[in-house]
């Protein structure tokens, strides 16, 4: 009966060249026996099929849940995804991307009416101390049932014992015709525009007038200073369309570099770039290396001395600039930081993915697109909507979407425009009141995929079911205009702190695992705070305000020993650090206690903590981390942090609470007052410097100027060279840029002399 299932499934699936779903729920070891039979009834090859599951030992490719990224930007005929024992909603989104139009997803999972109340590896994740796994709740998988048994497209079969028998509650049918112009061999061919570079077999081989478009647009890498950025949902053909330029630029002479997370990610380009270089020379390819017959897949050789060469991300940034032109494919899947280092290439395009898991990935979006804007680069920009691998209403493609939020978007402009920060009201985001309106589950999520640099399937679970996390929002006419994900963390028992001041993980306690672990301090997890892990608010309405307010209404809910959160004594955050959300922070009360000593790899910023203390409890805790943060900088600037941005640097410093006390021996006076109004050297004196700097610009508005500001963190503090820093600041000579030192320190002179440097300081004046 499965088997018939399947075929039935897999025959109108090609037909129409969609996709569709099997379910089999119940008993695993039964699932698994049936989802044998159900790819044995596809006849496809077992190459072509994955299997995502926590055990081992199947016939087909394996890849466990945790590892399912393997798939991204592949095609398989068929992906067998088993639900069981950790069902983690990243592996479901990158499943569902990797099915090729015609093929099947086939899901093992418990029955589906007790599958809510089943909780797993993955549901312990999210019962973060203090709670308990049976705090966790099933609303992710309560909505993603119902979703399995109402989307069109699905197939649920009931997997009973021997004497009951399996039971189909739904075929899946649609009763579809092939959508017409969708099957591979029904479009015609583009032809290649009016001037175009590339060989006319390059826009022969694209499927749609969408990757022709594209094609267009990748001829200007033949161009230095030129980047290309292409965008399009899963299945638009995107990677086929890199593939078929970085192919004709090699046949044109020019060194392609490709990168992509993993090389079977970028399996596609290489296939199509192989194929236009076979096409144009008769199979006739150069050497590849060592590789006597040309075919080594990751090093495309042509006869005019061109190639297409593929290196990992971070091997990839380091020779970017050795290259004639770069692509980055899936790149909304990679780190910023390694982002930043293909801006060295001379040309260069970037692949990404805007909705489907890849796309959750939001690093190039909200971070890094708009340093691309600010290059040297003229940047063109292509979007892909004409799906390739299967049809325009493919039902699957809906499913996911819905089921996972992939298309999630915050209200639309229209609906928000023109709304005051007075005319909104604070709300409860109840997980049950999301569960139960779409709109508002979708508005809300939304906000946060659009804002945030880094927000994923698994990201829906937990607002929906972690135990630790709250949601807030300011709601205006309706709409979502902006939202808080606020985590309760500390409040922990003496064993769980010694336990993590030991160096055991404690999940889901960012702020009270860093001070504790990190920074060795032993109570730190004992005081209870509520960190704002995600804060957004709707883009036609920043600066406007709303954050700011919602901000002011979590702190009057949560705060006081009356508020709902009960003994709360302090709010935290912690977050990629900029100047402008530094500032932001600041004014919202909140004091720096510590600053990442390397790059988050999502966004590329260090991290900063910053705590607003609310109890007497809360406010020991800031106090003695804000003089060890203030103390590790006083060093730290020149090591560690010798590389940070100099405004991250006096934001990170003017947020912090710490005085920093002043006492220089009348040397050292002797030695700041001769360099800022005598003929005195800084180099006589630097810790003298240091500590006058760090003070002036922890307390900030002490007569200096912005370069002036930065002239103090890059010399003094962080040590670099004088040349180094004189181009930076835009002196005209080294020693202006010395002269500008001095005169900086004279308003500190006057700010934290002793009545001795005033002495010495009018010595100089009168002479």
């Not at 780190?335 to 939001?362: I, K, M, Q, S």
């Not at 979708?442 to 399937?457: D, I, N, Q």
């Not at 695992?513 to 960190?531: F, I, N, Y």
Request: proline share 5%.
């Amino acid at each position: 009966m499965i088997a018939g299932v399947a075929r039935d499934l897999r025959a109108e699936a090609e037909r129409a060249n969609e996709r569709r779903v099997l379910v089999l729920a119940g008993d695993r070891d039964r699932a698994l026996d049936a989802a044998y039979d159900a790819v044995e009834s596809l006849e496809v090859d077992d190459e072509t099929v994955t299997m995502v599951s926590t055990r081992e030992g199947f016939r087909f490719e394996e890849t466990r849940p945790r590892n399912a990224d393997e798939l991204l930007g592949r095609t398989r005929e068929a992906v067998v995804l088993d639900c069981h024992e950790r069902f983690v909603p990243n592996a479901l989104g990158r499943a569902v991307g990797a099915v090729d139009g015609g093929g099947l997803l086939i899901l093992l999972t418990p029955a589906l009416d007790d599958w809510p109340a089943i909780r797993d590896r993955f549901d312990d994740s999210l019962a973060v101390p203090p709670y308990g796994i049976e705090d966790v709740t099933g609303r992710f998988r309560e909505r993603l049932v119902s979703t399995l048994r109402t989307h069109p497209g699905i197939a649920v079969v009931g997997l009973g014992d021997v004497a009951a028998g399996d039971v189909v509650e739904r075929d899946g049918l649609t009763g579809g015709q092939t959508d017409e112009g969708n099957e591979a061999g029904d479009r015609d061919a583009p032809s290649a525009p009016p001037g175009a570079t590339f060989p006319a077999a390059a826009y022969g081989a694209c499927l749609t007038a969408d990757q022709a478009r594209a094609l267009r647009a990748f001829e200007a890498l033949a161009e230095p200073g030129s980047a290309v950025v292409v965008e399009s949902d899963r299945g638009r053909g995107k990677s086929s369309a890199a593939g078929l330029a970085a192919g004709a630029l090699a046949l044109a002479g020019r060194d392609v570099l490709v990168t992509a997370p993993a090389f079977r990610n970028a399996a596609e380009v290489f296939a199509r770039a192989r194929e236009l270089i076979e096409s144009e020379t008769d199979g006739n390819t150069a050497e590849a290396g060592d590789d006597s017959d040309g075919n080594d897949e990751r090093d495309l050789r042509t006869p005019a001395g061109g190639r297409v060469r593929f290196l990992p991300p971070a091997a990839a940034a380091e020779v970017a600039a050795e290259a004639d032109a770069v692509i980055v494919d899936e790149a909304a899947a990679l780190p910023v930081r390694l982002l930043e280092g293909f801006l060295d290439a001379p040309a260069v395009a970037f692949c990404t993915t805007v909705h489907g898991y890849e796309g959750a990935g939001r690093g190039f979006a909200v971070r890094f697109r708009e340093r691309l804007l600010d290059s040297r680069f003229s940047v063109r920009d292509v979007r892909l909507d004409e799906p390739i691998r299967y049809a325009r209403n493919d039902p699957v493609e809906a499913w996911a979407s819905r089921a996972l939020l992939l298309d999630a978007r915050p209200a639309v402009d229209a609906a928000v425009s023109g709304v005051t920060v007075d005319e909104a009201t604070y709300r409860t985001l109840d997980p049950d009141d999301l569960l139960a309106d779409e709109t508002l589950l979708g508005e809300a999520f939304g906000l946060l995929v659009a804002a945030h640099y880094r927000t994923e399937p698994n990201d829906l679970a937990r607002l929906l079911d972690a135990p630790n996390l709250v949601a807030r929002a300011l709601v205006a006419d309706g709409r979502v205009v902006a939202v808080a994900l606020l985590a309760l963390e500390g409040g922990l028992d003496a064993e769980t702190r010694r336990g993590m001041y030991e160096g055991e993980r404690v999940r889901g306690n960012m702020v009270p695992d860093v001070l504790t672990s990190q920074l060795r301090d032993e109570t730190a997890a004992e005081p209870r705070g509520l960190r704002t892990v995600r804060i957004a608010t709707h883009h036609a309405l920043r600066d406007a305000g709303f954050g700011s307010r919602l901000l002011d209404e979590v702190h009057a809910e949560f705060g006081g020993e009356r508020g709902a959160g009960g003994d709360l004594d302090y709010f935290s955050v912690g977050y990629g650090a900029t100047p402008r959300l530094l500032r932001f922070w600041r004014r919202a009360g909140y004091r720096t206690v510590h600053l990442s000593t390397s790059r988050n790899d999502a966004s590329g910023e260090y991290s900063a903590v910053m705590l607003r203390p609310e109890t007497e409890a809360g406010r020991k805790l800031l106090d003695r981390h804000a003089v060890a943060f203030r103390d590790r900088e006083r060093d730290g600037l020149s090591d560690a942090h010798r590389d940070v941005d100099p405004d991250v640097v006096r934001g990170a410093l003017r947020a912090c609470s710490a005085p920093v006390p002043v006492d220089l021996t009348e040397t050292e006076w002797r030695s700041v007052v001769g360099a800022s109004v005598g003929p005195g050297m800084y180099d006589t004196a630097p810790g003298a410097f240091r500590d006058l700097a760090l003070a002036a610009l922890i307390e900030g508005n002490v007569g200096l100027d912005d370069r002036e500001e930065r002239l103090l963190v890059r010399k003094v503090l962080q040590g670099r060279p004088w040349e180094e820093v004189a181009d930076e600041l835009d002196f005209v000579s080294t020693s202006a840029c010395m002269r500008a030192l001095g005169d900086a320190y004279v308003p500190l002179v006057e700010r934290y002399g002793t009545e001795f440097a005033r002495k010495e300081r009018e010595r100089f004046i009168s002479e």
